[in-house]
């Protein structure tokens, strides 16, 4: 969260409002339905407030604070979500953090903070392209094509 979702570090008193580029990616990718969760480096305490205060907390279906490694609390967290490892992104400001979880979890995505910007445009992070139909609507009505 610190110099990622906002700038600064919480448990220091440094950080700072939120920073629009992280928040707009954060809502852009929650409408494509992916799902958020927090894995921080902290006190549960401060960092929790923080996203209360800026209405974030639901916005994320796991959060996870404290001192240990971050590839622990990523694993945890796709455990309690169902979530395989290879379905998830770890976007972290701090190089050393982004590479402890690519080298303990190598099937998960790691990401730089300041790329957070185009996160939305890359392809992982868009709806798979099929050709398959669109499934049967609730009211009984399969799609016909015009052709």
Sequence with gaps: MDNTLWDGVVCDSTSG??????????????????????????????????LHRHGLHAAFSAVEVGWGRKSAAIERIADRLRIPLDAVG???AEPLERSEVAHALPRVR????????????????????TNAPPPTSPMGFAHISAQ
């Design 17 to 50: 409002p939120l920073r629009p580029d992280a928040l707009r990616a954060l809502r852009t990718l929650a409408r494509r339905g992916v799902i958020h969760a927090v894995a921080s480096r902290g006190e549960w305490d401060w960092t929790t407030d923080k």
């Design 110 to 129: 790691c990401y730089a903070a300041r790329h957070v910007d185009v996160l939305t445009a890359l392809q992982e992070f868009r709806a798979p392209v």
């Design 90 to 92: 770890y976007i972290d």
